[in-house]
Nanobody
């Protein structure tokens, strides 16, 4: 089993920055990709960024502004968010997968592939 706990949510003005962290524990050797998803009420959960080793993919709206990274020594995945926009407001979830799939941007559209999820952390970006 794998446990995920997110940290770092909060409120910020447009143009500001936040860094989310996801602490991973449990059977971490089984994980082969990590991702951040976000969701706002009334909308489907949306993949934001996914990482496997040094490979990472992002959705177009966050390219150049968000950076996903992982520190294997600390079993932590980060999402650095710069130049935040009001449209980035939502609850952000950390996710992990252990199934054997080809790694690619398609993972951002398939939250069901990720077996493990954190409880979510909320960010509000005000204009």
């Amino acid at each position: 089993q794998v446990q995920l706990v997110e940290f770092g949510g909060g409120s910020v003005q447009a143009g500001g920055s936040l860094r989310l962290a996801c602490a991973v524990s449990g059977y971490t050797d089984s994980i082969n990709a990590m991702a951040w998803f976000r969701q706002v009420p009334g909308k489907e959960r949306e993949g934001v960024a996914v990482i496997h080793g040094i490979q990472a993919y992002y959705i177009d709206p966050v390219k150049g502004r968000f950076t996903i990274s992982q520190d294997n020594a600390k079993n932590t995945v980060y999402l650095q968010m710069n130049s935040l926009e009001p449209e980035d407001t939502g609850t952000y979830y950390c996710a992990a997968k252990s199934s054997f799939d080809w790694f690619g941007p398609w993972l951002l559209t398939r939250p069901g592939v990720f077996a493990y999820w954190g409880q979510g952390t909320h960010i509000t970006v005000s204009s």
